[in-house]
């Protein structure tokens, strides 16, 4: 088995991971610090003899997860510098012009990295796709928008840098950089659909798959400016990266959680613009440049319609942020009626049109479906809808197992999904959300998809199209369905 592969910055030697060997920590651009930090990536520094990538390398400087949610995704925690890195899984070096997949993590653009135990890439390489998964840059470092030449989406920059690199050496691992499918979940699938629809990003992929996240959601450069304005006035320095470069590491991390929980914890539209609803301070901009437009104003334009697109969301997505802290306990119905009044959609039509979905549902549990579609449901079926008459095709899926936990309240939550799609349900950290007993068949059955679509473009189920509207749902009885709760859909008609 072939331990030794030659990039374009030098020799790496991997290690056996089962039947199929792996790569670890590779720089695909330089370490982002120094005279680079809040600068666009820079090229990855060339070295001599051979560098040893059997372990992984460092992540991106972060806070840990809040509590409870810790204790359901296992955040990594790699210290060192350079962090603009990438594994590769491959079953043979030497096979040449295998699928690629690359995998963007999520983690609301502030958490996660590609050393998170669920990403392990065996099983795809194991079925012949050569597996990559990113490290990029993320919270202040990554995504707040400057006051002065700071260049804008250096997180986003990263991921073009890593897919360049791809471009340039996949091949050495075995992979065919013309067969290469971008993915993720979550923030990671927003950046999917924002690499999209980038120029820069143009030529780079042929197929993309979006998991609980689709391009309907950015800051205007507007709040994100005023975002940078609130991070200076808690550090007491101007938003400018010759000031906030000198700010110590740890303070300028626990500032930017700060800043995060605030707008959890204290939606005030005057305060926080458009984050009010959506709770994320830190995430792309719609800047003109980096960013043209919102993904799904240029996806609708045409951006990327020669890209094949998988695309999809969970049935209980918001469970995960409101049953385990016990939200959700406590949600009145005024509350509930005041947050869908924030969506924009009509707040008694709605009320109704979920009751008679679900007559004996709390306000809590109105308030995750609600949620779940405002946020993930929505803006999947509307990328779909944007992507008709192009010659890329959509398809469409829904992930509906619901977990055990939490007295079964969990559901099919947020980022549940993913262990099924890795077939990697022993993996640290997934028996917290899926509990003991999670069936390996379903994630025989969506792993077999997601590695078709990567080999062919086809996961197995007919292309997305606004006449029948097929959805494959996964997890409960009836396979192939039309458009889930279709009346629902029709509420969010004109929200964004």
Same mark, same amino acid.
């Given at each position: 088995m072939?331990l030794?592969v030659?990039?374009?910055?030098g @020799?790496?030697? +991997?290690?056996?991971?089962?039947?199929?060997?792996?790569f670890?920590g590779?720089?695909y651009?330089?370490?982002?610090f120094g005279?680079?930090?809040?600068a666009?990536?820079?090229?990855?520094?060339?070295?001599e003899?051979?560098?040893?990538?059997?372990?992984?390398?460092?992540?991106?400087?972060?806070?840990?997860?809040p509590?409870?949610v810790?204790?359901?995704?296992?955040e990594?925690? !790699?210290?060192g510098?350079d962090?603009?890195?990438?594994n @590769?899984?491959?079953?043979?070096?030497?096979a040449?012009g295998?699928?690629?997949m690359v995998?963007?993590?999520?983690?609301?653009?502030?958490?996660?990295? +590609?050393?998170v135990?669920?990403?392990?890439?065996?099983?795809?390489?194991?079925?012949g796709?050569?597996? @990559?998964?990113?490290?990029?840059?993320?919270g202040?470092d990554?995504f707040?928008?400057?006051d002065?030449?700071?260049?804008?989406?250096?997180?986003?920059?990263?991921?073009?840098?890593?897919?360049?690199?791809?471009?340039?050496? !996949?091949?050495?691992?075995?992979?065919?950089?013309?067969?290469?499918t971008?993915?993720g979940?979550s $923030?990671g699938?927003?950046?999917?659909?924002?690499?999209?629809s980038?120029?820069?990003?143009a030529?780079?992929?042929?197929r993309?798959?979006?998991?609980?996240?689709?391009?309907?959601h950015?800051?205007?450069?507007?709040t994100?400016?005023?975002?940078?304005?609130?991070?200076?006035?808690?550090?007491? @320095?101007?938003?400018?990266?010759?000031?906030?470069?000198?700010?110590?590491v740890?303070?300028?991390?626990a500032?930017?959680?700060?800043l995060?929980v605030?707008?959890?914890?204290?939606?005030?539209?005057?305060?926080?613009?458009?984050?009010t609803?959506?709770?994320?301070?830190?995430?792309?901009?719609?800047? +003109?440049?980096?960013?043209p437009?919102?993904?799904?104003?240029a996806?609708?334009a045409g951006a990327?319609?020669?890209?094949?697109?998988?695309v999809?969301?969970?049935?209980?997505?918001?469970?995960?942020?409101l049953?385990?802290?016990?939200?959700?306990?406590?949600?009145t119905?005024?509350?509930?009626?005041?947050?869908l009044?924030?969506?924009?959609?009509?707040?008694?039509?709605?009320?109704?049109?979920?009751?008679?979905?679900?007559?004996?549902?709390s306000?809590?549990?109105l308030?995750?479906? $609600?949620?779940?579609?405002?946020?993930?449901? !929505?803006?999947?079926?509307?990328?779909?809808? $944007?992507?008709?008459?192009?010659p890329?095709?959509?398809?469409?899926?829904e992930?509906?197992w619901?977990?055990?936990?939490?007295?079964?309240?969990?559901?099919?939550?947020?980022?549940?999904? !993913?262990?099924?799609?890795f077939?990697?349900?022993?993996?640290?950290?997934?028996?917290?959300?899926?509990?003991?007993?999670?069936?390996?068949?379903?994630?025989?059955?969506?792993?077999?998809?997601?590695?078709?679509?990567?080999?062919?473009?086809?996961?197995?189920?007919?292309?997305?199209?606004?006449?029948k509207?097929?959805?494959?749902?996964?997890?409960?009885?009836?396979?192939?369905?039309a458009?889930p709760?279709?009346?629902?859909?029709?509420?969010?008609?004109g929200?964004?």
């Amino acid at each position: 088995m072939q331990l030794e592969v030659v990039t374009t910055s030098g @020799v790496v030697r +991997g290690a056996p991971s089962g039947p199929v060997v792996a790569f670890k920590g590779i720089p695909y651009a330089a370490p982002p610090f120094g005279d680079l930090r809040f600068a666009a990536p820079a090229p990855a520094p060339r070295w001599e003899g051979v560098r040893d990538c059997s372990g992984y390398g460092p992540t991106a400087l972060k806070p840990p997860y809040p509590v409870p949610v810790d204790a359901l995704l296992p955040e990594p925690v !790699i210290p060192g510098e350079d962090v603009l890195n990438l594994n @590769v899984w491959t079953p043979d070096p030497g096979a040449g012009g295998l699928p690629v997949m690359v995998w963007i993590h999520g983690g609301a653009f502030v958490n996660g990295s +590609g050393a998170v135990p669920v990403y392990d890439g065996t099983a795809f390489a194991r079925d012949g796709i050569v597996l @990559v998964t990113v490290n990029y840059r993320l919270g202040v470092d990554g995504f707040l928008h400057f006051d002065d030449d700071g260049p804008a989406h250096r997180g986003l920059l990263d991921q073009v840098a890593a897919l360049q690199w791809v471009r340039d050496n !996949i091949a050495a691992f075995g992979g065919d950089p013309d067969r290469v499918t971008i993915a993720g979940e979550s $923030a990671g699938a927003m950046s999917v659909t924002s690499l999209l629809s980038m120029p820069r990003a143009a030529g780079l992929f042929r197929r993309a798959v979006a998991q609980s996240g689709a391009g309907h959601h950015a800051l205007s450069p507007a709040t994100a400016h005023r975002v940078a304005g609130y991070l200076g006035q808690r550090l007491g @320095v101007p938003p400018t990266r010759e000031a906030l470069a000198a700010v110590p590491v740890e303070e300028l991390v626990a500032a930017q959680r700060a800043l995060s929980v605030e707008a959890a914890t204290v939606p005030d539209p005057a305060r926080w613009g458009e984050i009010t609803l959506n709770a994320m301070v830190f995430e792309p901009v719609v800047d +003109g440049d980096v960013l043209p437009a919102l993904p799904i104003t240029a996806v609708a334009a045409g951006a990327g319609a020669d890209v094949d697109v998988l695309v999809g969301s969970n049935t209980d997505e918001h469970t995960l942020f409101l049953v385990p802290n016990g939200v959700a306990d406590v949600v009145t119905e005024q509350a509930l009626h005041m947050v869908l009044a924030g969506y924009g959609v009509p707040a008694g039509a709605a009320l109704a049109a979920y009751r008679a979905d679900a007559p004996t549902a709390s306000p809590g549990d109105l308030l995750v479906r $609600a949620a779940t579609d405002w946020f993930f449901r !929505i803006p999947a079926v509307r990328l779909a809808e $944007a992507r008709q008459g192009g010659p890329g095709r959509t398809f469409v899926y829904e992930f509906a197992w619901p977990s055990p936990q939490f007295g079964g309240r969990l559901g099919a939550c947020h980022a549940l999904e !993913i262990a099924f799609a890795f077939d990697t349900l022993g993996a640290e950290g997934v028996e917290p959300m899926a509990g003991p007993a999670a069936p390996q068949e379903l994630a025989d059955a969506m792993h077999a998809a997601w590695v078709a679509f990567v080999r062919d473009g086809d996961p197995g189920w007919p292309p997305y199209d606004t006449a029948k509207r097929p959805v494959q749902v996964f997890g409960v009885p009836g396979g192939v369905v039309a458009d889930p709760r279709a009346g629902q859909r029709e509420l969010w008609e004109g929200v964004r």
